[in-house]
C-alpha cells in the first residue's frame, strides 16, 4: 500500500504537536513555597508548587528531588503517580510531611505526602528541583545556604530565562519557627535568581492545596500527642469528655479540635476514635 507524503506529514505533525502537549501539561511550575521545620521538629516539612499557566495538573509525570551543599547525593523526596484536579493558572500543589498536620491549623490535607524527608543535614545549605521523570529535566531550582551551597544552579529554560537559577538564597530554610521561604513573584513569573526571587515569610507561613483549602503553620497544639485534648502532655481520662465532644459535633479543623483528629486526616469518625482508645490504653500513667 502506497503512503502518500501528505500522509506522512499529517502523522509527522500529529506525533510532534501530542510531544509538545505532553511537556507542556506540567513543566511551567514554581516551587513556591518551602519549611523544612517546624519549630525546630524537621519531620514537619511542606512544599508547595504553583503552575505558572493553565493545564499543568499532569504532575503524574515530575518528581521533586533534593541535593546537600555541594549538589551531590540526590533524595527523591516524592515522585507524584497521579494528577491534580485543578488546572487553573496559579493553581498549587501542596506535598507535605505526614507530621505537618500536627503544626497547620486546621489539620493539612495535602495533594500528596513526601516518601522521603529533606534531610536535616541538607536544611542548611542544598537545593531542591522540580524535574521530569524522563530524562531528567530540572524545571525548577530553588538553592538556599548563599555561598555554602556549592552545586549546579541550572535547569531549563521555559522558567528561567538564561536557564541559570542561582545564585542561591543567602540563608540556609527556615525551620527554628513558624516561616517559610517563599517565591515574591506572581503566578507567572519567571525566575530570576533564587537570591533575589525568595524571602522569609512574615509571620507564620500558610500553604495552599490544589483545592485552594489553606492551611496556617501554628505551634504543634497537642505537644507531640494527639488526643491531648488538655494539652498536658498526658493521655487521662479528663481528655475523654472533650475528645468526645469534638467527635460528636464534628467540628474537624477547628483549632479547638486539631488534637481530636488522631490521625491527621482532617476528619473525625470512628476511625479517630479506635485510635484514641488504643493509645488510650496504651499510654503511660499520667504523674
Do not use: K
Not at 180 to 201: E, H
Request: negative net charge.
Amino acid at each position: 500500500m502506497r503512503i502518500s507524503t501528505r500522509s506522512l506529514f499529517v502523522s509527522a505533525a500529529l506525533l510532534v504537536s501530542t510531544a509538545v502537549e505532553t511537556r507542556a501539561s506540567f513543566h511551567f511550575m514554581q516551587i513556591e513555597q518551602v519549611i523544612g521545620s517546624v519549630n525546630g521538629d524537621a519531620t514537619a516539612q511542606a512544599i508547595q508548587l504553583r503552575m505558572r499557566s493553565a493545564f499543568q495538573n499532569q504532575v503524574q509525570q515530575a518528581r521533586l528531588r533534593v541535593f546537600d551543599a555541594a549538589g551531590a547525593n540526590p533524595i527523591t523526596l516524592i515522585d507524584m503517580a497521579a494528577s491534580v484536579p485543578n488546572s487553573a493558572a496559579g493553581s498549587r500543589v501542596l506535598i507535605a510531611s505526614s507530621n505537618f498536620a500536627n503544626y497547620t491549623s486546621p489539620a493539612v490535607v495535602p495533594n500528596f505526602t513526601m516518601t522521603n524527608l529533606i534531610p536535616e543535614s541538607y536544611l542548611a545549605a542544598g537545593s531542591l528541583v522540580f524535574e521530569s521523570d524522563v530524562g531528567p529535566t530540572v524545571y525548577w531550582r530553588l538553592s538556599w545556604g548563599g555561598a555554602t551551597y556549592t552545586g549546579s544552579h541550572t535547569g531549563n529554560v521555559a522558567n528561567d530565562a538564561n536557564g541559570n537559577f542561582g545564585p542561591a538564597f543567602g540563608a540556609a530554610l527556615p525551620g527554628a519557627g513558624l516561616t517559610a521561604l517563599r517565591f515574591n513573584g506572581a503566578s507567572n513569573a519567571l525566575s530570576t535568581t533564587n537570591a533575589a526571587d525568595y524571602s522569609i515569610t512574615v509571620g507564620a507561613a500558610t500553604f495552599v492545596n490544589n483545592a485552594g483549602a489553606s492551611f496556617t503553620v501554628v505551634p504543634d497544639l497537642c505537644n507531640g500527642m494527639s488526643g491531648d485534648m488538655d494539652e498536658d502532655t498526658c493521655l487521662a481520662g479528663l481528655d475523654i469528655q472533650e475528645f468526645t465532644d469534638c467527635v460528636l459535633s464534628g467540628s474537624a479543623g477547628t483549632t479547638a479540635c486539631d488534637c481530636a483528629d488522631v490521625n491527621a486526616d482532617a476528619a473525625l469518625d470512628l476511625d479517630d476514635v479506635d485510635q484514641f482508645v488504643d493509645d488510650l490504653l496504651s499510654a503511660p500513667a499520667c504523674p
